[in-house]
């Protein structure tokens, strides 16, 4: 038996929450850090992000929902990852739309 058999589940729930709104803060700051069209685009995900992070903080749902709904958070902000990371040849293909579909083919 080690010391964390002892703490509650729910404990540990509410590090995983603020870890997650950190990432977004993080993401947020450097989507502004981008140009005009770019900017724009990444800004409405993290908004519909942002919503997600404030439905888990805020309501109470049950432990599946939430669990979910943060699983959604997780990947919505590894794909702004990639395009933050992206070169500028793929930039090109992320504003005409087509970044999804090249990803994906991959």
């Avoid at 404990?11 to 995983?16: A, D, E, I, N, V």
């Avoid at 919505?76 to 990803?103: C, H, P, T, V």
């Amino acid at each position: 038996m080690g010391i964390f058999d002892f703490i509650s589940p729910g404990f540990m729930w509410g590090w995983r929450v603020k870890g997650l709104r950190r990432k977004w803060d993080r993401l947020r700051e450097k989507a502004l850090n981008k140009k005009r069209p770019l900017r724009d685009r990444l800004l409405e995900k993290l908004d519909t992000i942002e919503n997600n992070l404030r439905t888990i903080e805020e309501t109470s749902l049950n432990r599946v929902t939430a669990a979910r709904i943060a699983k959604e958070v997780e990947i919505d902000m590894e794909e702004i990852k990639e395009i933050l990371r992206a070169r500028e040849s793929e930039m090109q293909d992320f504003e005409k739309g087509k970044y999804q579909e090249k990803n994906k083919s991959q």
